[in-house]
């Protein structure tokens, strides 16, 4: 019985190791090991068999099953081996440089719709004659408020409706605050309001200035921040660009033709514009100002809201408290202010009907521009 075991433990080696050397891929080679040498190995079933033989059989069948055993594990390594070098030299083969392949060009970015629209805008502006200027979006709470001749029981001052760091400090709600530090920058070096704290008292500003301020004509384009439900045309971050012009003589004629050119030299000149009055703290009086409805030619939708026009910021005559803030008596000059989301002049621009797509990073929608 021992030598019949024997045999066929060497049939099974020979078996193994044709069976490995066939294998292509090492989850061939494991399939083989598991074969042979697993729980349910054909090689293992014939090291159970060895505690059926005599006692005095059983040592020579045991050194042959050992010897089977040793030598299909060396050669499950050699393959083991030899097909990691294989697939190695695959590898490094297809990553060498072929150059008989054609070129692949780099892939060319180009701006994005929003930051497109943006510096359209400023391009008009700056032709008009304005200065581009800045501010930070993180801002005073006295600049943000207080300065811009809002009340201290104002609604937008909740927590519920603005950000706030602190106290003091807040995420500002609208570039409006830049309209104070562009003023204030107007006054001569020696001035000691250049040099006034922002939570100095806005209503004492103008006394402390010893110079006569020069004219202001800026915009200024930024981000801001409000807590609001994200719609159509809502969204609680966006971006805004602040116009204001301070001069001798400023009337609400000015302000009307300047927004008039601006719109039609961007929208078209086929582009209609409609002012309403409407009230804004740190202006005197106010309107707000809407284009025709580009999705539905101005016969109503859902964007719209069925009106048929968009409403695209607010505006009006800069509020004599606002002029003591920054600095100017509003008895010597008068100055008009303006600001608009971009966003919504972009959707206008692009017949894009959700403001939430300007955000998404989708490269199915920002291809198309």
């Known amino acids: 019985m021992a030598g019949h075991l024997a045999e066929e433990i060497a049939n099974l080696r020979e078996e193994a190791e044709a069976a490995i050397g066939d294998a292509g891929s090492p989850?061939?080679?494991?399939?083989?090991?598991?074969?042979y040498l697993g729980r349910e190995g054909k090689l293992t079933s014939a090291f159970r068999a060895l505690g059926r033989l005599p006692q005095d059989e059983r040592p020579a069948a045991?050194?042959?099953?050992?010897?089977?055993?040793?030598?299909?594990?060396?050669?499950?390594?050699?393959?083991?081996?030899?097909?990691?070098?294989?697939?190695?030299?695959?590898?490094?083969?297809?990553?060498?440089?072929?150059?008989?392949?054609?070129?692949?060009?780099?892939?060319?970015?180009?701006?994005h719709p929003l930051m497109t629209t943006l510096e359209r805008l400023l391009d008009i502006f700056v032709g008009m004659g304005y200065e581009v200027t800045?501010?930070?979006?993180?801002?005073?709470?006295?600049?943000?408020?207080?300065?811009?001749?809002?009340?201290?029981?104002?609604?937008?001052?909740?927590?519920?409706?603005?950000?706030?760091?602190?106290?003091?400090?807040?995420?500002?709600?609208h570039t409006?605050?830049?309209?104070?530090?562009?003023?204030?920058?107007?006054?001569?070096?020696?001035?000691?309001?250049?040099?006034?704290?922002?939570?100095f008292p806005p209503s004492e500003v103008l006394a402390q200035c010893r110079c006569t301020p020069a004219p202001t004509r800026v915009v200024?384009?930024?981000?801001?921040?409000?807590?609001?439900?994200?719609?159509?045309?809502?969204?609680?971050?966006?971006?805004?660009?602040?116009?204001?012009?301070v001069d001798d003589g400023i009337t609400l004629a000015?302000?009307?033709?300047?927004?008039?050119?601006?719109?039609?030299?961007?929208?078209?000149?086929?582009?209609?514009?409609?002012?309403?009055?409407?009230?804004?703290?740190?202006?005197?009086?106010s309107a707000d100002f809407s284009v025709d409805c580009e999705l539905c030619a101005g016969r109503g939708c859902r964007f719209c809201k069925e009106s048929g026009w968009v409403e695209i910021g607010g505006s009006g005559l800069v509020h004599p408290n606002v002029l003591i803030a920054g600095g100017y008596d509003p008895d010597r000059v008068s100055g008009f202010a303006f600001g608009f989301g971009v966003e919504r002049i972009a959707q206008r621009r692009y017949?894009?009907?959700?403001?939430?797509?300007?955000?998404?990073?989708?490269?199915?929608?920002?291809?198309?521009?």
Not at 356 to 367: G, K, S
């Open 351 to 369: 017949g894009i009907e959700h403001i939430r797509t300007l955000y998404e990073n989708d490269m199915r929608f920002l291809r198309q521009f």
């Open 62 to 111: 045991g050194a042959a099953a050992n010897e089977a055993r040793a030598r299909i594990a060396a050669a499950l390594a050699r393959r083991r081996e030899e097909l990691e070098a294989a697939g190695a030299a695959a590898e490094a083969a297809g990553q060498q440089l072929d150059a008989t392949l054609p070129g692949r060009g780099p892939e060319i970015g180009h701006p």
């Open 27 to 35: 989850g061939e080679l494991e399939q083989v090991r598991v074969s």
């Open 176 to 199: 409006s605050p830049a309209q104070i530090r562009a003023m204030r920058a107007r006054h001569h070096d020696s001035c000691p309001v250049r040099g006034l704290d922002w939570r």
């Open 254 to 285: 000015d302000l009307k033709g300047t927004l008039a050119i601006f719109l039609r030299e961007y929208l078209g000149p086929q582009t209609r514009i409609r002012f309403r009055p409407d009230f804004f703290p740190f202006t005197e009086p």
């Open 134 to 173: 800045g501010g930070p979006e993180i801002e005073w709470y006295t600049l943000n408020w207080t300065a811009l001749n809002y009340p201290p029981d104002h609604p937008a001052m909740d927590e519920q409706d603005s950000f706030y760091v602190s106290d003091q400090i807040m995420l500002r709600t």
């Open 220 to 245: 200024v384009p930024g981000r801001t921040y409000r807590r609001e439900a994200v719609t159509l045309t809502h969204h609680d971050i966006f971006h805004q660009i602040e116009g204001l012009l």
